[in-house]
C-alpha cells in the first residue's frame, strides 16, 4: 500500500499555501478590483491560474479527468517541484538510471538531495537486479524513469517499469518527453491503477512549442493536490496556455510534422547506418539518433565547422553523438557534411 502522506516532506503538507485573488472569485463576469491589476490593455489580467480551457483540452484528447492534469512552466519545474514536495534537503535520495536526462541531477543539486544513478544495461534496459539493493531504503523518495529515454532514445521494458511501480515505496514519474515519436503505450492512463505513478509530457518536442515552455503531468488527484499547492500561483502565462491551445486546436499540423520527422527518422538512421566510420546507430523512439563513432569529439568538432550542431554526448557513453532529427534539407546537408568529412579523412591517408 502506498501511503502518500508518509512521502510528503512535513512543511509541505503543513503548509498553507497562498490563495490568489483569483482562487476567491472563479466566475468570468464582474468588475475585477481585487488583484492590482491595470484595467487598460490587452495583457492586463492575471492568467488563469489552474489552465482550465488548456486542461479541458487535453483531458479530451488524452481520455483522462481534467482533475488528474497539472501544467507546470515546462517539464523542468514540475521536476523540480516533485523535489521540493516530497525531499527535504540533506536527508531524502532520489533514484534514476544513468545514461539518462541530465536535469534530474541538475534539480537534485539544487535542492541538496542525493540522486544515485542506477546504471542501465549493455541495451539501455532497467536491470532489476541493480534496483535491489534500494528498495528498502526508506529515504528515497522517488524514481525517474524516462521513457523514451534521453540521450539513448529507446523506450524503457514494459514489465521491467511495471515491477518497479509495484516493488518502489515512493512516488514514479516517468517521464515522456518524447512519448509522441514512440510507438510504445503511453503510461498515462495507467495513473488510477498505480497510485504513485505520475507521468510527465510536454510541449517543446512533438508539439513543437519549446519557446512557450509548458510541461503537463498526469497522475492521480491525491498527488496533483500537493503540485497545486507548491507551484507558484501563476505559473503559466496567459501567452503560453493560448500557445498550446492553438496547438491542440491543430492536431493535423501536430500529425504532418510528426509523420515528416518519423520518416527523415528512418531515412537518416538507415544513411547514417550505412557510413562506414559510424560503428553503431541506436534504433530510436523519439525524435533524436544516437550513433557511436570511432572517435566522437572529432566529429562533433569537423561538423561545428561545417556550421552543423549536433549534442556531443561522449562524456555520458563513449564515443557517442546524438543527433535531433531535422528538416528533410537539413537532415540532407547533415549527411552530405559526414560524408565530405569522411571522403576528406580517406584522401589524407
Ligand atoms: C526535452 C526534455 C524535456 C522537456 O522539458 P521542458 O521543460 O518541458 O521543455 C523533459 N524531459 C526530457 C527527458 C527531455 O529530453
Same mark, same amino acid.
Given at each position: ?18 490563495s490568489s485573488a483569483r482562487d476567491e472569485f472563479t466566475g468570468k463576469e464582474g468588475i475585477f478590483l481585487d488583484a ?13 491560474p489552474? @489552465?482550465? *480551457? =488548456?486542461? $479541458?483540452?487535453? !483531458?479530451?484528447? /488524452? ?6 492534469? #497539472? &501544467? ?52 539501455? @534496459?532497467? *536491470? =532489476?537486479? $541493480?534496483?535491489? !539493493?534500494?528498495? /528498502? ?6 524514481? #525517474? &524513469? ?204
Amino acid at each position: 500500500m502506498f501511503d502518500l502522506k508518509k512521502h510528503i516532506r512535513p512543511n509541505i503538507l503543513a503548509l498553507q499555501p497562498y490563495s490568489s485573488a483569483r482562487d476567491e472569485f472563479t466566475g468570468k463576469e464582474g468588475i475585477f478590483l481585487d488583484a492590482n491589476e491595470n484595467p487598460f490593455g490587452e495583457m492586463n489580467r492575471y492568467p488563469d491560474p489552474y @489552465q482550465n *480551457d =488548456l486542461k $479541458n483540452r487535453l !483531458a479530451q484528447l /488524452k481520455n483522462v479527468r481534467k482533475e488528474q492534469i #497539472f &501544467i507546470g512552466n515546462g517539464s523542468d519545474e514540475i521536476i523540480d517541484l516533485a523535489f521540493r514536495i516530497f525531499c527535504t534537503p540533506g536527508q531524502d535520495k532520489v533514484l534514476t538510471f544513468s545514461p539518462s536526462y541530465g536535469m534530474y541531477e541538475v534539480s537534485a543539486n539544487i535542492n541538496n538531495v542525493e540522486l544515485i544513478k542506477v546504471p542501465l544495461d549493455e541495451n539501455f @534496459q532497467i *536491470d =532489476l537486479t $541493480n534496483l535491489q !539493493a534500494y528498495w /528498502k531504503d526508506s529515504n528515497i523518495k522517488l524514481l #525517474f &524513469i524516462c521513457s523514451p529515454n534521453n540521450p539513448t532514445g529507446n523506450c524503457l521494458n514494459r514489465k521491467a517499469i511495471e515491477y518497479c511501480l509495484l516493488n518502489f515505496d515512493g512516488l514514479i514519474i516517468i517521464d515522456e518527453a518524447y512519448a509522441d515519436f514512440s510507438s510504445e503505450e503511453s503510461w498515462v492512463n495507467q495513473v488510477e491503477k498505480y497510485p504513485n505513478l505520475l507521468v510527465t509530457q510536454t510541449f517543446s518536442k512533438a508539439w513543437g512549442l519549446a519557446a512557450a515552455r509548458v510541461g503537463i503531468a498526469y497522475s492521480n488527484v491525491e498527488v496533483l493536490h500537493y503540485f497545486n499547492k507548491v507551484k507558484p500561483p501563476y505559473n503559466v502565462s496567459t501567452l503560453n496556455q493560448n500557445a498550446a491551445l492553438q496547438a491542440l486546436n491543430n492536431i493535423d499540423l501536430f500529425e504532418a510534422q510528426k509523420n515528416i520527422l518519423l520518416q527523415e527518422r528512418q531515412k537518416l538512421t538507415q544513411a547514417l547506418s550505412e557510413l562506414p566510420f559510424i560503428q553503431k546507430v541506436y534504433p530510436s523512439d523519439s525524435n533524436f539518433i544516437l550513433i557511436k563513432v570511432e572517435d566522437a569529439n572529432w566529429l562533433y568538432q569537423q561538423l561545428v565547422e561545417a556550421n552543423i550542431i549536433i549534442r556531443n554526448r561522449s562524456k555520458l557513453i563513449e564515443n557517442c553523438l546524438r543527433i535531433s532529427v531535422g528538416t528533410p534539407k537539413e537532415n540532407k546537408v547533415l549527411l552530405d557534411a559526414i560524408n565530405t568529412i569522411f571522403v576528406e579523412t580517406q584522401t589524407l591517408k
